[in-house]
C-alpha cells in the first residue's frame, strides 16, 4: 500500500530535549515536504526536499533541521525543542515539486512543556 | 506573497442540504489549485487539482471549480460522511516548489 509513515504519532516532551520524528513513503517520491499545522493558520511549511541531499527553507524554519540522505526518508529534527513548536505536524510527499498531489502521513502532536 | 482565504469557517448542513464553500486566492500567476479534504486524527487526503478558469471537476457529490480569484466545492445532496474539514491551496509559478493552504473549511452534516 502507498504510504508516508510518520512516528512517534505523539509525543510529550520538555522544553531542551532533541527529538526526532522520522517520515517515510514508499512511493519513489522525489519531492518531501514537513508543514506544521496550527489552529487558525492552516498547515504551514517548514522544509522540503526536492531530492537526495536537497532540502530547503520554507516559511517558518526556525528552530528545525532536517536531512534527506536516502530518498525514502525525510526525518524532521528539534535541537532544542521550546514550548512554541507544540503543534501537529505532517510530512508530504509526492512524485515532483510542481503540479502533483502530495500524499500526506496521518500527522504527529508533540507537545513540548 | 501567495494568500489563501476559505470561508466560512465552520459549515453546519442538514444531510440533503446542498451548499458550497469558498476559497478566495492571490498569487502571482497561478500554477495549480488544490482541494483537500482531512478527517480528524488524519493527513489531508488529495481531492482535485484545478489549474485554469473555468475548469470544473467532479467526484461523487463533490464538484469544485475556479475563476481567476476563486475556487468553489460545492457539495450536492451531503451525507453524514462528507463531515471533514475541507482544505485549499494553491502553487504559484514563482514557487512552484510549495503549496501555500488556506485554514480550511470544516463541514459538518447531521442525519
Known amino acids: 500500500e502507498a504510504q508516508v509513515t510518520q512516528n512517534p504519532r505523539y509525543l510529550i516532551t520538555v522544553t531542551g530535549k532533541k527529538l526526532t520524528v522520522t517520515c517515510s513513503q514508499n512511493?519513489?517520491?522525489?519531492?518531501m515536504s514537513w508543514y506544521r499545522q496550527d489552529p487558525g493558520l492552516g498547515l504551514r511549511q517548514i522544509y522540503y526536499s526536492m531530492n537526495v541531499e536537497v532540502t530547503d527553507k520554507g516559511d517558518v524554519p526556525e528552530g528545525y533541521k532536517v536531512s534527506r540522505k536516502e530518498k525514502r526518508n525525510f526525518p524532521l529534527i528539534l535541537e532544542s525543542p521550546s514550548p512554541n513548536q507544540t503543534s501537529l505536524y505532517f510530512c508530504?510527499?509526492?512524485?515532483?515539486?510542481?503540479?502533483?498531489?502530495?500524499?500526506f502521513g496521518d500527522g504527529t502532536r508533540l507537545s513540548i512543556l | 506573497e501567495d494568500q489563501v482565504t476559505q470561508s466560512p469557517e465552520a459549515l453546519r448542513l442538514q444531510e440533503g442540504e446542498s451548499s458550497s464553500l469558498n476559497c478566495s486566492y492571490t498569487?502571482?500567476?497561478?500554477?495549480?489549485l488544490f482541494w483537500y479534504r482531512q478527517d480528524p486524527g488524519k493527513g489531508p487526503e488529495f481531492l482535485f487539482t484545478l489549474y485554469s478558469a473555468g475548469e470544473e471537476k467532479e467526484k461523487e457529490r463533490l464538484k469544485a471549480t475556479l475563476t481567476k480569484k476563486e475556487s468553489f466545492l460545492h457539495i450536492t445532496a451531503p451525507k453524514p460522511e462528507d463531515s471533514a474539514t475541507y482544505l485549499c491551496?494553491?502553487?504559484?509559478?514563482?514557487?512552484?516548489?510549495?503549496?501555500?493552504f488556506g485554514a480550511g473549511t470544516t463541514v459538518t452534516v447531521r442525519a
Open positions: 512511493m519513489n517520491h522525489e519531492y
Open positions: 508530504a510527499s509526492s512524485l515532483a515539486a510542481s503540479n502533483q498531489p502530495q500524499h
Open positions: 498569487v502571482s500567476g497561478l500554477r495549480g
Open positions: 491551496a494553491v502553487q504559484a509559478d514563482s514557487n512552484d516548489y510549495k503549496l501555500s
